[in-house]
């Protein structure tokens, strides 16, 4: 199972960036999607994440601006991202909870690349 991640970039405060993350292999199921960052000298933190039903939460620092969905049947999350702050500059990685490649074997979990989001001020 792989996670590519794409949409980082480059932003002035108060813009918007999409980020999307795309997981492929052989996946019978995934009980949720997430979004983690991590900041320069900073440990790693959750942003966002979503069940498999669509059930969401979020970091404190983000509710109101950030916004995580999900296509179950591309296996793909997207993390829409408005109103950026300059506290939002990080390392956004994508995380694949409990993923079952068939309907008996033990859930594991899995990590993108990251993508790197830089908020001018």
């Known amino acids: 199972v792989q996670l590519v991640e794409s949409g980082g970039g480059l932003v002035q405060a108060g813009g918007s960036l999409r980020l999307s993350c795309a997981a492929s292999?052989?996946?019978?199921?995934?009980?949720?999607m997430a979004w983690y960052r991590q900041a320069p000298g900073k440990q790693r933190e959750l942003v966002a994440r979503?069940?498999?039903?669509?059930?969401?939460n979020y970091a404190d620092s983000v509710k109101g601006r950030l916004t995580i969905s999900r296509d179950n049947a591309k296996n793909t999350v997207y993390l829409q991202m408005n109103s950026l702050k300059p506290e939002d500059t990080a390392v956004y990685y994508c995380?694949?909870?409990?993923?079952?490649?068939?309907?008996?074997?033990?859930?594991?979990?899995?990590w993108g690349q990251g993508t790197q989001v830089t908020v001018s001020s």
């Open positions: 979503i069940s498999s039903g669509g059930s969401t």
């Open positions: 995380n694949a909870d409990k993923v079952r490649i068939r309907s008996f074997s033990r859930p594991q979990d899995y």
């Open positions: 292999g052989r996946i019978f199921a995934i009980e949720a």
